[in-house]
């Protein structure tokens, strides 16, 4: 199985991955690349337009969609929902197909998310940056912070890219305020709440034409909306798309307590004692019996 790839730690030009340049103030790109980028992703025609004020100027429909709902422009709202209020769980992938609840699965990985899409909705087809979907079908891009996490991006009609973090407005901007021109590239860590979404998981077509539905599901506290989270230091700030809408930011010394008491340390040491544990587990194995 071939690892996600890794979000750089630090921001970095999105034209080539190739490319060492920093990129420039407020742009996506290094000098080098500002007025021109050779690498393009192909768009169908069926792309969405970038409208995030259709999300943005009406409460319940930013309350009611995650970024998994945006990524498909999944816009539908429950018979108990208006467009000023709608507090209720979010659509999650794989409940409609009959996955267990996130809820009942220790940490979000790539081929998990990926099985639940494509049980979701069997017409996905896997491509690249540089290919080019169906006629009807656009881009999507999967991410996840495999402890925590996971997140989605879609390709818009402008050719660049645009999410919805849980519960908050739709962006076309990266941890960093840049525009997002390749998901992959894009700046994903969000010091302030500690989300980062460094496992990539590739890119899909999703059929635009074709009417989808999906079942809402996890825990939502209530009373915890936007309005009331305390200002960003960052453009943007990550939130959670899985069960929860919001994930707060919590301090240096609460994510230290988290990461070496609640889960065993940070997920390097968790890995070095996983492969420590097989190892003493086969010598145990191979180890001759006493007489």
């Avoid at 998994?68 to 794989?94: E, M, V, W």
């Avoid at 500690?194 to 059929?207: E, K």
Wanted: glycine residues 8%; positive net charge; contains cysteine.
């Amino acid at each position: 199985m071939v690892a996600p790839a890794k979000n750089p730690s630090t921001a970095r030009c999105q034209c080539d991955p190739a490319c060492k340049n920093p990129p420039l103030n407020n742009s996506p790109f290094c000098a080098n690349h500002e007025k021109s980028c050779p690498r393009k992703s192909p768009m169908s025609g069926s792309e969405p337009n970038y409208e995030p004020e259709l999300y943005n100027n009406h409460n319940g429909i930013k309350e009611a969609q995650n970024c998994f709902a945006y990524a498909f422009d999944y816009k539908h709202l429950p018979d108990n929902c208006t467009t000023n209020s709608c507090p209720i769980s979010f659509p999650q992938p794989g409940l409609k197909s009959g996955y267990p609840r996130w809820s009942n699965v220790h940490g979000k990985r790539c081929p998990d998310l990926k099985a639940r899409l494509f049980g979701d909705v069997p017409d996905i087809k896997e491509t690249t940056f540089e290919g080019k979907c169906p006629a009807g079908y656009s881009k999507i891009a999967l991410v996840v912070d495999e402890d925590e996490d996971y997140h989605f991006y879609r390709m818009d009609s402008n050719g660049e890219w645009s999410h919805k973090p849980g519960a908050t407005d739709v962006t076309n901007k990266d941890a960093t305020g840049r525009r997002i021109y390749d998901p992959k590239l894009a700046s994903r860590k969000y010091s302030r709440t500690g989300l980062d979404y460094d496992g990539f998981c590739g890119y899909l077509c999703v059929p635009r034409n074709t009417q989808l539905s999906f079942k809402r599901g996890g825990s939502r506290p209530m009373g915890i909306l936007n309005a009331h989270l305390p200002p960003p230091s960052e453009p943007v700030e990550g939130t959670n798309c899985g069960a929860l809408p919001h994930k707060l930011p919590v301090s240096n010394d609460q994510r230290s307590k988290r990461g070496n008491h609640k889960r065993g340390g940070s997920r390097k040491k968790r890995r070095k004692m996983t492969r420590k544990t097989r190892k003493t587990r086969k010598t145990r194995k191979t180890r001759k019996p006493r007489k």
